[in-house]
């Protein structure tokens, strides 16, 4: 089998298109939670701290001078990251919970019994002749 035709099975399998969607919506939920958190969550924190702009907190490690650029430790930006790492985790969480509570009631639900096969229903029948005899 070529390997343009091994590559097409592949690409064209539920599983890996569907997992192409996932990750085409995660990146842009991603987007909306960043903007969430650096426009909504952040601004409101950043004054709680007596700072306008969050990212902008940093530690200069060494001053520029000349055409060297100033060393600097960003630790607002990582903690605006570790804020964003959170709300996705618990967005994600939220959204497995509520589908593993609907696998659940899905599982609930119990089966219809099964058809009697052909020889419990002649068994059946003949138990039935039996008695009125």
């Known amino acids: 089998m070529g390997m343009l035709k091994e590559f097409k099975i592949f690409a064209m399998r539920g599983n890996v298109v569907d997992m192409a969607v996932g990750i085409v919506v995660g990146a842009a939920f991603g987007k ?8 909504v969550i952040m601004p409101p924190i950043g004054m709680l701290i007596s700072q ?17 650029a100033a060393v600097t430790l960003n630790y607002g930006k990582f903690i605006q990251t570790v804020v964003d790492f959170v709300i996705v985790a618990f967005a994600i969480f939220l959204v497995v919970r509520a589908m593993n509570s609907m696998k659940k009631k899905e ?5 219809a019994p099964p058809a009697p096969s052909k020889e419990e229903v002649l ?4 138990r039935d002749l039996l008695k009125e005899k």
């Open 32 to 39: 909306i939670v960043s903007s969430f958190v650096a426009d």
């Open 52 to 68: 306008v702009d969050f990212t902008k907190l940093a530690i200069t490690l060494k001053e520029a001078g000349g055409q060297t």
């Open 107 to 111: 599982a609930e639900v119990p089966p």
């Open 123 to 126: 068994l059946t029948e003949i």
